[in-house]
């Protein structure tokens, strides 16, 4: 069993498109984050969430919008997209108060 | 500001040992490990908690020194399924695990 699923696993798009990425978790975690992996591959966080509840917002484009209907999915919508969102996006859970966390198989988006 | 971790990249010899560096320019709470293989989600290796705590499993080992806010990991005797790119990701303060902020990684290739 899937642990952190995403979809899709690759998306390939036109410059000011819309697009989504989903994510799911059965492990029964609290926490749900959305991480960026450049082509540099630094890997960097852009959000979390703990129980469907924004904690945590870095400095990301408002094109980017997160959400959670419940606290076992985290999708990210981006709006616009830009040559620069090109990169793989990489959805995690932890459980509240635990100190790991579970990466998806990541969601590698191209932008042309 | 995303923790450096030396050396960028290193090649090894089945059976030789390395040392990977992860220097932080402030206060640490915790250290984590990953280890990501190419194409591939990064996977947990350990953490550490307090200042001049070890720890090790395996051949894997890793040390971390909280006034100097630095972290080591040691891979001993490596063998190829060691190749990948490891990240340090550090935990803060104001935010313990809550959020990590990962290191610029470090990329090690196995030989036979």
């Known amino acids: 069993d899937t642990a952190v699923s995403q979809t899709p696993k690759y998306l390939v798009t036109q410059m000011g498109n819309d697009k989504s990425i989903k994510c799911e978790q059965n492990?029964?975690?609290?926490?749900m984050y959305w991480y960026k992996q450049d082509s540099k591959k630094f890997l960097k966080i852009m959000f979390s969430y703990n129980n469907k509840e924004l904690i945590i917002n870095e400095t990301v484009p408002n094109r980017f919008s997160p959400k959670s209907p419940d606290k076992a999915h985290l999708n990210l919508h981006i709006n616009s997209l830009e040559l620069g969102d090109s990169a793989v996006y990489f959805c995690a859970s932890r459980l509240a108060g635990g100190e790991t966390q579970y990466f998806g198989p990541g969601t590698r988006l191209l932008v042309l | 500001q995303q923790p450096v971790q030396s050396p960028q990249a290193v090649i090894l010899r089945e059976g030789e040992d390395a040392v990977i560096n992860c220097s932080s320019s402030k206060a640490l709470y915790s250290v984590h490990w990953y280890r990501q293989k190419h194409g591939e989600a990064p996977i947990f290796l350990m953490i550490l908690l307090k200042g001049g705590e070890q720890k090790g499993h395996d051949k894997i080992s890793a040390s971390f020194n909280e006034k100097k806010q630095q972290s080591s990991l040691y891979l001993t005797a490596s063998q190829l399924s060691y190749s990948g790119t490891y990240f340090c990701g550090t935990g803060s303060p104001n935010f313990g695990n809550e959020k990590l902020t990962f290191g610029t990684g470090t990329r090690l290739t196995i030989i036979p």
């Open positions: 492990l029964g975690h609290d926490t």
